[in-house]
């Protein structure tokens, strides 16, 4: 996998790397609520995906609920909409001591395995990512997302404790991957994308690191995902996290994020998947897409992508011109 990624950084016409997953149901006439609850469903899912795009890896879905409902979060589902949790499990101290860190395969975590290892038999052209939530993301999901911000302040020792164990937890989700067949894992860590850069280091960077050093090595990587506006500010302990190749969101300027990133290390993003992919046109999101390649292909180690996941709504219309517009760019 190594390889794969020099091999990708040293071509001169690069594969876009979208977070392509949820749209499938479109093409399988399902929804969201159908394709979260089977493995079958979302293996076939990237299957299709990986048929109709010249994408450089297919990507397993980007569901930030799973990890958060084995702890025992409340998840709120919907038939067209990613799932989200709702609420907080974890308030005080005492409940950050009694918190059980699930087994591997409770909740859905099983099926998304299960998903990963029939994936991993049928597309066999390009690597195959798993998803995982990165563990300060986690960490407040579990705390509450507004709540974790002042816990950070006020109860450190609480929320370190939570984030041993989601670490714990995450570890073993991405080992299991890699025991099913994955070629790596994309570790979505968006909510650390809120902090400072001082919080930042402690609260999610050292976490990021003790799962990439338990599971990265030279047939599996990790990439890490963070769509948050302060990555930039924050770029310096995203790095120390050891990961192989990085992934930023459209809240930033991605050829300015591109100046700090070392050039033997592959960059990707960041195409709006809201503005874009979802609301946008075949015309907007080729504009799009080819504003960002001009500004940020010069770099030999940026890869084309979405922001973040590209939403289950989005139509192949616009999914089918982003990879027309990256066609374009190239043969330019």
């Avoid at 770099?299 to 989005?314: E, K, R």
Wanted: glycine fraction near 6%; proline fraction near 5%; charged fraction near 20%.
């Amino acid at each position: 996998m190594k390889q794969w990624l020099q091999d990708l950084r040293d071509a001169k016409v690069k594969k876009a790397m979208p977070i392509l997953s949820f749209p499938a149901i479109q093409l399988m006439g399902i929804s969201v609520r159908e394709l979260i609850s089977s493995g079958d469903a979302q293996a076939r899912g990237m299957k299709l995906i990986a048929d109709r795009t010249d994408a450089a890896a297919s990507v397993s879905l980007m569901d930030l609920s799973v990890e958060a409902e084995c702890f025992g979060s409340t998840i709120r589902v919907s038939d067209e909409e990613v799932p989200t949790v709702v609420g907080s499990i974890v308030t005080s101290e005492e409940e950050a001591q009694a918190l059980a860190v699930p087994k591997i395969g409770a909740g859905r975590t099983g099926i998304y395995i299960e998903a990963i290892e029939k994936a991993a038999e049928q597309i066999t052209d390009r690597p195959v990512f798993a998803g995982a939530i990165g563990p300060f993301s986690l960490a407040a999901r579990l705390l509450d997302v507004t709540e974790v911000m002042i816990y950070c302040y006020d109860e450190p020792d609480m929320v370190h404790m939570v984030l041993e164990k989601v670490t714990q937890f995450i570890t073993d989700y991405c080992l299991a991957f890699k025991q099913a067949g994955a070629n790596g894992v994309v570790i979505a860590e968006p909510v650390a994308g809120l902090l400072s850069p001082a919080l930042a280091e402690e609260f999610s960077a050292p976490y990021v690191k003790k799962i990439v050093d338990a599971v990265q090595d030279d047939s599996f990587i990790v990439i890490y995902h963070n769509c948050g506006n302060n990555t930039i500010r924050m770029i310096d302990s995203i790095l120390s996290t050891g990961a192989s190749a990085y992934h930023f969101g459209n809240s930033i300027d991605m050829a300015e994020m591109m100046k700090h990133i070392p050039s033997g290390v592959v960059a990707m993003g960041n195409v709006d998947p809201a503005g874009e992919f979802r609301n946008g046109t075949p015309e907007s999101i080729r504009r799009a897409t080819l504003d960002v390649m001009r500004a940020n292909c010069g770099a030999p180690n940026f890869v084309i992508s979405s922001g973040c996941d590209i939403p289950p709504l989005s139509s192949w219309e616009n999914i089918d011109a982003f990879f027309a517009a990256v066609k374009e760019y190239y043969e330019a």
